[in-house]
C-alpha cells in the first residue's frame, strides 16, 4: 500500500511516500520558503537527491509540485493512486483523543481549535484542504500532536487557575510531541520484548523544541509541555518554563506588547537568548561562558524533569533520548546524566559509539537512544485506519 504523509508548516511543505506495511520511504520532499520571492524543492528518492528552486505561491502549488515531480520520475502517477494521506495536525484540544479520519465536521473543529494554535493549525489545515481537492476519494487521516497525552489524568493537566479558565475556555496542559513520543514507546517495547502496557518510561525529546514525557504502563501521565509548546524544558528559541509574573513585568515596566512578548519568549530566548546561538552543534563548537552556561541550563532543565518523572511513576524501566539532540549530541547525553541518583549509570564508551542502550550493565534503569520517526507513526495512524 501507498501511503503519503503531509506535514505543513507555515511557510513549508514536508513529503513522505511509504510503502506499507514495510515502511519502505519511496520519496521524501521538502518545500521551504513558500509564498517567499523564491522557494526550494529538496527531493530524495532511492539513491538519488534533486533540489528545484522556484516560486511556490501556497501550498496548493505546492502539492502540484509535488506531484509533478513524483509523476516525472515514475514514483507515483497522481495522489489518486494512494491509498490513503496522513496529515500531522499539532492541536486536538479534547475533541481528538487519537487519530481519525477526516471529513467535514472534522475540517470544522480544525478550523475551531486554530486560537490553540495559531501558528500550526492553519497551515495543517491548508495541506488538508489542498490534497482533498487532488485526491477526494483517497481516505485522509489527521494524527494529532496532543492526542497521546489524552490519557493524562486530570491532576495532570490541570492548572490552578480560576475554574472558568478551564471549563469555559479551555486552558489546560495539552502537550505536544505526542507522535514521537508514541513511536519511541513502541519502538522501545520491540526492543525489550515486551508490551507497551508493561513499561514506564521516561521519553526526552529534545531537539529546537522539546519535551519530556513520563509513561506509565504504556500510557503518557505527564509531559512537560502545556496549553502551548512554549511551557517546560529551555529549548533552541523558546524559554520554557519562567515564572508567569515575568510576563506581566514585561508589558507593564518594559512597556511591551502582547506580540512583542510572543516573539521574545518563543523565538528569542532559550538558547538564542543565552548565547546567541540555537543550535547546539554550534553551541558545542564555541568556549565561551555564555555557550557553556547556555548547555548548563538545558543539561539542568531536562535533569529536574527526570528526577520528578521518576517520582511520578515510582519504578522507572528505561529513559529514552530521542530528537536531533537526543540522537546525536553524546556531550549533552552526558552532562544530563551525570550524577545521577539510585544507580543510573552512564556507560560513556556506550554513549559515543551511540549504541541503541547507552547505560552500563549495573545501572538501575536503561538508558537508551531511540531514533524517532513521527512520519512513519502518521503512516502506521493511517493505515490502521484503513
Known amino acids: 500500500m501507498k501511503i503519503a504523509v503531509i506535514n505543513s508548516g507555515s511557510s513549508s511543505i514536508k513529503f513522505q511516500l511509504f510503502d506499507m506495511p514495510q515502511g519502505e520511504v519511496l520519496a521524501h520532499i521538502l518545500i521551504e520558503s513558500i ?20 516560486v511556490v505561491a501556497d501550498h496548493h502549488e505546492g502539492l502540484e509540485n509535488i506531484i509533478a515531480f513524483l509523476k516525472e520520475y515514475e514514483i507515483l502517477h497522481d495522489f489518486s493512486a494512494l491509498d490513503a494521506i496522513g496529515h500531522r495536525v499539532v492541536h486536538g484540544e479534547e475533541a481528538f483523543v487519537q487519530s481519525t479520519l477526516i471529513d467535514e465536521h472534522v475540517i470544522a473543529k480544525i478550523k475551531e481549535l486554530i486560537p490553540l494554535a495559531p501558528l500550526h493549525n492553519p497551515a495543517n489545515l491548508e495541506g488538508i484542504l489542498s490534497a482533498r481537492k487532488k485526491a477526494p476519494l483517497v481516505p485522509q487521516v489527521a494524527v494529532f500532536d496532543t492526542a497521546f497525552h489524552a490519557t493524562m489524568p486530570k491532576e495532570a493537566y490541570m492548572y490552578a487557575l480560576e ?39 521516561i521519553t526526552l525529546h529534545l531537539g529546537n523544541g522539546s519535551s519530556a514525557c513520563a509513561i506509565k504502563n504504556g500510557k503518557s501521565v505527564d509531559t512537560s509541555m502545556g496549553f502551548t509548546p512554549l511551557e517546560g524544558l529551555i529549548m533552541g528559541s523558546r524559554s520554557g518554563d519562567i515564572d508567569p509574573a515575568i510576563v506581566l513585568y514585561m508589558q507593564r515596566e518594559l512597556g511591551m506588547s502582547v506580540d512583542e512578548i510572543d516573539t521574545s519568549l518563543n523565538k528569542k530566548s532559550g538558547l538564542l537568548g543565552i548565547c546567541g546561538h540555537n543550535d547546539v552543534r554550534t553551541i558545542l563548537e564555541h568556549d565561551d561562558e555564555k555557550s557553556k552556561l547556555a548547555l548548563e541550563m538545558m543539561s539542568r532543565s531536562v535533569k529536574k ?24 549530541a553524546l556531550h ?55
Open 35 to 54: 509564498g517567499k520571492f523564491s522557494s526550494e524543492m529538496t527531493c530524495e528518492f532511492g539513491e538519488k537527491k534533486v533540489t528545484i528552486t522556484s
Open 332 to 386: 549533552v547525553r552526558e552532562k544530563i546524566m551525570e550524577d545521577m541518583p539510585c544507580n543510573i549509570v552512564l556507560d560513556r564508551k556506550k554513549n559515543s559509539a551511540n549504541e541503541r542502550i547507552i547505560s552500563s550493565v549495573d545501572s538501575s534503569v536503561k538508558i537508551m537512544i531511540i531514533p524517532t520517526d513521527e512520519e512513519l507513526y502518521i503512516a502506521q495512524e493511517s493505515l490502521r485506519h484503513l
Open 163 to 201: 475554574s472558568a479558565m478551564y471549563e469555559e475556555h479551555k486552558i489546560r496542559r495539552y502537550g505536544f510531541h505526542g507522535s514521537s513520543h508514541a513511536y519511541v514507546l513502541a519502538e522501545c517495547a520491540k526492543y525489550l520484548q515486551c508490551e507497551p502496557s508493561a513499561l514506564n518510561i
Open 305 to 328: 524533569y527526570i528526577g520528578a518523572y521518576m517520582a511520578l511513576l515510582g519504578s522507572v524501566d528505561a529513559i529514552v533520548f530521542t530528537g536531533g539532540i537526543g540522537e546525536h
